[in-house]
Structure formats: structure tokens, C-alpha cells
């Protein structure tokens, strides 16, 4: 058994739980947080991205005690104060999703993606989402629901 | 997955230590091979030995036409390294082809040379630019580690510490990457280097190669035109649903040229 320690949105929380736990386990099934989906389980899909120490990684090719000590950001996270996050707002405004499986790692993805590149071309952003399938809206709205979001984030920064 | 003792040493002797001490131990270093194949059973480790955090395992230097990168370094991190890209920039290039953002996150140097996967970008690049890897034991030649599928000349309880890249005079990797997992169908890695033009080439094979016809064939001509006709046999080749032998022979000689178009551009 491990004891782990992870900073998950700002709380700490200490567990003691199997060293084969994988990250996006200790997240649903100890802290109950379930917005981080479990999509295909072969580390394909991206449904269960999140960030650690903040980079984005796919919590279910993870195992919880390999980041023991980490700060982690999932989903839960991103809105603050019952306001959505700018990319979760872009999201929504330009129906960047269907049925809405992918969205929480595709939001995380977009995270990631804009922490590095503030400013992306069409092609960095599907270059940038390689690693997140969605199954139901073919993407034209995802790509333009990360270009909102740069934008309303830049306008964040610049305000 | 099955049952596992997870261990995180402190130094790269009691890493060393562990291993000898558990025979059914395995290295793990971002575990974007390993972690998935323990979730389908396919490995039964007794323990595994967390290598990433080890101190001797980081940093990238260059100096005296060396760039040395040490084994526990993210793809993500060479990729987006700035002496990584005065010195070899087609190497930071590839590093940020390999998977996608979260496994370039994760994944590490040491971790892929390791495991050698026929189809991974780095080996092409340290066979390509004739680099030593460097292990707690001893120097290994980029020409003698790589030994087909899945096999190299580690030995047991030998750990990667780093790879040492000789600066080439220039270098470009050209990838026809599967559309689904970007594992390189082919990707072939060209390097200018003081001892001539070496050709390595991925993916293609069941391990990572050099393309000598091509070579030899380079050392009189740079043009892509002059790859046209130099022998490849497909019958080597890897023949799967996605692609036959013969398709991949072509892929191997069109991704040359395209490595060779760029080499003559930017450095």
C-alpha cells in the first residue's frame, strides 16, 4: 500500500491506496471527483485529462503514488465561484460538444495547449487536440470553441 | 493490473541495488508504454523502480559539439529545449512529433530507447546521428545497442543515464505518422555528419536500421533524385493491415527525399 498526497484544485488530500491505483481512480473513486471521465482506458482517447504540477497527462496511463506530492487540476477545478471557466464559457457558447464525454478532457487539453501557446493557427490547435477523440461532433466547433477561448482568455490577460 | 510494489530510490546505486535485489523488478520511467501495457496483464513485475526523479538522470548540456541529454528528460522538454534546437534542431523537432502533448508530457529519452518500440522516432534519431548511450555500467554505440524488435544490448540491471549526441553538421527527420496513434509508419532520419551521411530509418522495420545503399548513395550526391533506384529490400519490411512491404519501401524512400529537401534548407 502507498500513502499519497495529492493538491487536487487547491485542497490537499492524503489516502492510503493500492501502488497499482491508477491517477484518474484515486480522483473518482477516493475523492469522488467523476468529472474526469474514463473513456477508453488504453490511453487513446484523452477523456480523462488533467493537469500535474501543470502539464496536462492522461490520468489513466498514471499511477496515483508516481505523482505523490503533485499539484493536480481536474475539471472541478476550472470554474470559480460558481463562474465558468473562459474555455468552459467558449465551450458552451460555440457547442464544442454533443453528447459531452470528451469535454472535460478536451477542455483540460485546451488548457494545456493555450498555456503554450497563447495565440494558436488552426493547425497547432488540431495538432495541439491530437491527443483527445471525440466521437460525436466531427471537431469543426471544438476548433473554434479553443479559438474563443484564446481569444477571451488573451482579453483576460490584456484586461 | 496486477499487484505491484512501486519504489522511487534516491540515487542511481540504490536504483542499481533495487534491481539486483528483485528479479522480476522493472524500470519505470514516464510509463507511456509501460502503465498500459500492465493495465492489459501483459507484464507481471514484481516491483517498479521509479527512475524519473533520479538527479543523475537530468539536464541537457552542449558542449564541445556534444549535446548530452539525460535519460528521465520529457519529450516535451527536448522539444521545446533551446539548446536542443541551436544544436540539433531536427532532434527537438522530432521529440515534438512523438505521441501527443500528454505522452510528450510524460514520456521520457531513456524510456523510449529503452524499450525500443519498431516504430518510436528516437531511435531513428540516436542511430541517425551515431550517439552513445550511457548506462551506470558502461558507453554503448548507437550502432551496436539497437538489436532488432524490442531488443538492445542492455543487460540486466542496466540503467540509462543519458545520450550523448555528436552535433551533426546538419539533420532532418521526415515521418509518415499512422493517422490514429503516430506511431511512424516510416520515418527516416538523415544526418551530415564529420564521417559522412548516415541514414536511419523507423517504423518500417522490426527494429530501427541504417539504409547503407542510401548512405553510400548520398556520399556522392545529395540530391533527393539521387535516392531514385538505390536498392531497398522490402522483403525486410514489416507487413501489417495498415500497410504491406512494398507500400512501406516506398514510404521509406519518399520520407529520404523529404529529409533530404529539408536538410539542404534551414538547419
Given at each position: ?147 474563443m477561448s484564446a481569444k477571451l482568455l488573451r482579453g483576460r490577460r490584456h484586461g | 493490473m496486477y499487484a505491484l510494489n512501486y519504489v522511487r530510490p534516491g540515487s542511481l546505486a540504490e536504483a542499481a541495488k533495487l ?249
Amino acid at each position: 500500500m502507498a500513502r499519497v498526497t495529492l493538491t487536487v484544485n487547491g485542497v490537499k488530500h492524503t489516502k492510503t491506496v493500492e501502488d497499482r491505483t491508477l491517477l484518474v481512480n484515486f480522483l473518482r473513486d477516493e475523492l469522488g471527483l467523476t468529472g474526469t471521465h474514463i473513456g477508453c482506458d488504453t490511453s487513446q482517447c484523452g477523456c480523462c485529462t488533467v493537469h500535474v504540477n501543470g502539464r496536462a497527462v492522461k490520468s489513466c496511463s498514471v499511477l496515483a503514488v508516481q505523482v505523490n506530492g503533485a499539484e493536480i487540476v481536474t475539471i472541478e477545478g476550472m470554474a470559480k465561484k460558481g463562474k465558468l471557466h473562459p474555455i468552459q464559457r467558449a465551450f458552451s457558447e460555440c457547442h464544442g460538444l454533443q453528447c459531452g464525454f470528451c469535454t472535460p478532457g478536451m477542455i483540460m487539453a485546451t488548457a494545456g495547449l493555450l498555456r503554450d501557446r497563447p495565440n494558436p493557427t488552426e493547425e497547432e490547435i488540431i495538432h495541439g487536440l491530437e491527443g483527445n477523440l471525440c466521437r460525436c461532433t466531427g471537431y469543426i466547433n471544438i476548433v473554434k470553441a479553443v479559438k474563443m477561448s484564446a481569444k477571451l482568455l488573451r482579453g483576460r490577460r490584456h484586461g | 493490473m496486477y499487484a505491484l510494489n512501486y519504489v522511487r530510490p534516491g540515487s542511481l546505486a540504490e536504483a542499481a541495488k533495487l534491481l539486483a535485489a528483485h528479479p522480476e523488478a522493472k524500470l519505470l520511467g514516464g510509463g507511456m508504454t509501460l502503465v498500459p501495457t500492465l493495465k492489459q496483464r501483459l507484464a507481471k513485475p514484481s516491483h517498479l523502480v521509479d527512475i524519473t526523479q533520479l538527479p543523475e538522470l537530468h539536464g541537457i548540456r552542449a558542449a564541445k559539439g556534444r549535446l548530452e541529454i539525460g535519460a528521465a528528460t520529457k519529450h516535451h522538454d527536448v522539444a521545446t529545449s533551446s539548446m536542443v534546437r541551436r544544436a540539433v534542431p531536427a532532434l527537438a523537432y522530432l521529440a515534438g512529433l512523438i505521441g501527443d502533448p500528454q505522452v510528450r508530457n510524460l514520456g521520457t529519452l531513456g524510456g523510449s530507447v529503452a524499450n525500443n518500440d519498431p516504430a518510436a522516432d528516437y531511435p531513428a534519431a540516436v542511430l541517425g546521428l551515431a550517439a552513445t548511450i550511457v548506462t551506470n555500467k558502461r558507453e554503448i554505440a548507437a550502432d551496436d545497442y539497437f538489436q532488432g524488435l524490442f531488443a538492445t544490448a542492455l543487460e540486466e540491471g542496466e540503467i540509462i543515464v543519458r545520450v550523448v549526441f555528436p552535433v551533426p553538421k546538419r539533420a532532418a527527420y521526415a515521418k509518415f505518422p499512422h493517422p490514429a496513434s503516430g506511431y511512424a509508419m516510416a520515418g527516416v532520419f538523415v544526418a551530415r555528419t564529420g564521417e559522412g551521411m548516415r541514414v536511419a530509418v523507423t517504423g518500417a522495420g522490426p527494429g530501427v536500421f541504417r539504409w547503407r545503399e542510401a548512405e553510400a548513395a548520398l556520399a556522392k550526391s545529395l540530391r533527393p533524385a539521387a535516392l531514385e533506384g538505390v536498392a531497398l529490400d522490402a522483403a525486410e519490411l514489416n507487413e501489417d493491415i495498415h500497410a504491406s512491404r512494398e507500400y512501406r519501401a516506398n514510404l521509406v524512400r519518399v520520407m529520404a527525399k523529404r529529409a533530404l529537401g529539408k536538410l539542404s534548407g534551414r538547419k
